[in-house]
């Protein structure tokens, strides 16, 4: 019997080794899996590259593995915010390596690595500081910039519901970066809400099928409440 | 003259949405002009963290924060309204299924270059999100932004000397003192505030703007 369930998010994220890259689901806070997040920093390994949209807000999450020293390189769009003090701290301190791509960009360069693509050409940033130094492609009269896909040995996403298949349904504007990312790396964790039994998601609603998700993580939403 | 304030800056950028447009409000200054979109006008308001049909704020104490909007604050979903994740929702713009964006904007060219990320002071942490995807995505880019900074300069000028966000995008600025239309050929007045009249709108700009009689008081 197939059962991608894990017990714990400590035995989900126990081979996520020094020197790994690894995606992280969620805009801001929502979709962002603390407790997956919580167990990486446990384990006390470094040298990481994160891909998330963000450098990390407040105390929780990505900014708690920039707090810690875990983090070698983000990938991201859009490090600065209000509360995103770790990371500003580390940056200044030249502590951390920062790959800025714009929002749209990182969305086609994971989707692309998940997708089996070599490159993407993209009209995002053409012309502008972030496609300096890349190859521009005129294709029907439009200028386009070749982007490389973006992958990773691990994919840590929150997802509503799974099950033991690894089956997936996302809850409202937490999805954003989760079912991109599941595809992209080698190992994905999703950490859901609840485990059901299989075929009690709707097989016509589940947002990404089970091939694309290794673990599954049962962990009770502490700070949100769910609706029904 | 009656320079326009914000709300009347958003009020007059509403007046251009019509009914059945799929569009994008950016992060700041563009977000109030939702609040001058007629209830009974059916527009499709789209957030680039996976959202379309957003509505308006919750109730305080009734927010969901999985359910928010690109600047992080608490939304709701109309009646009709849909989640997708983010690759989908970029394909909504780079494949021009998106009418209309409204941005903010550090600087405009009259050429309809934009720049609007970053400020280019070697200390400044850069930050783009969704900007550049917005800026050459949508079908038309609007800017909406005062004409002159805090010291009296132009934020419309020849050439951007801020970095830029996207090339040739923008189609018209919306301003406290005037409209334009931009394009291969430069910036034209649509409309102007009430007391201003284009000689001293050029003097103030200290571009070469054309301009026809028609154009009207904003």
């Known amino acids: ?228 | 003259m009656n320079r326009l304030n914000r709300d009347q800056m958003a009020a007059r950028v509403a007046r251009d949405i019509p009914e059945g447009a799929y569009v994008n409000l950016g992060i700041g200054l563009p977000t109030k002009v939702a609040n001058y979109l007629p209830a009974e006008r059916e527009i499709f308001m789209q957030s680039e963290n996976g959202l379309l049909g957003m509505g308006p704020a919750p109730a305080p104490g009734e927010e969901d924060w999985e359910l928010i909007n690109a600047g992080k604050q608490a939304v709701t979903l109309l009646t009709g309204g849909c989640f997708f994740h983010h690759a989908d929702s970029f394909a909504m713009m780079r494949g021009g299924h998106l009418d209309i964006c409204v941005l903010g904007a550090f600087q405009v060219s009259v050429h309809g270059d934009l720049a609007n990320w970053h400020t280019g002071e070697p200390d400044a942490i850069p930050a783009v999100g969704g900007a550049m995807d917005l800026a050459i995505g949508a079908k038309q880019t609007f800017v909406m932004m005062e004409l002159l900074t805090k010291q009296g300069e132009s934020k419309l000028v020849e050439n951007c000397t801020y970095p830029l966000t996207g090339l040739g995008c923008v189609s018209r600025v919306y301003t406290d003192l005037a409209v334009f239309d931009l394009g291969p050929s430069g910036a034209r007045v649509v409309e102007m505030v009430e007391g201003l009249d284009i000689e001293e709108l050029r003097r103030i700009t200290g571009l070469d703007l054309a301009f026809t009689k028609a154009a009207e008081p904003v």
């Not at chain 1, 070749?146 to 298949?165: M, N, S, T």
């Not at chain 1, 595809?183 to 039994?197: D, F, L």
């Open chain 1, 1 to 228: 019997m197939i059962d991608k369930a894990i017990d714990g998010a400590a035995a989900a994220v126990a081979d996520i080794h020094d020197g790994a890259s690894v995606m992280i689901g969620g805009f801001g806070t929502a979709g962002m899996p603390d407790e997956l997040i919580d167990a990486l920093i446990a384990r006390g390994v470094g040298d990481l590259t994160i891909i998330n949209n963000n450098a990390g807000n407040g105390e929780h999450g990505v900014a708690a593995l920039i707090r810690e020293g875990r983090v070698h390189k983000i990938v991201c769009s859009f490090p600065r915010q209000s509360d995103s003090h770790h990371f500003d701290a580390a940056y200044r301190a030249g502590k951390i390596e920062l790959e800025l791509v714009p929002q749209g960009n990182l969305a086609a360069r994971i989707q692309a690595a998940g997708s089996g693509l070599g490159a993407i050409f993209t009209p995002t940033g053409y012309g502008t500081l972030l496609a300096e130094g890349k190859e521009v492609r005129e294709i029907d009269g439009k200028y386009y910039v070749l982007e490389y896909p973006i992958q990773a040995d691990f994919a840590l996403i929150k997802a509503h519901k799974g099950d033991r298949w690894g089956n997936l349904v996302f809850r409202k504007t937490a999805r954003n970066f989760g079912p991109i990312m599941a595809m992209a790396a080698k190992t994905t964790i999703a950490q859901v809400s609840a485990i059901v039994p299989l075929g009690e998601i709707d097989p016509e609603v589940v947002v990404t099928p089970g091939i694309f998700v290794q673990r599954v993580v049962a962990i009770a939403p502490a700070q949100i409440a769910v609706a029904a």
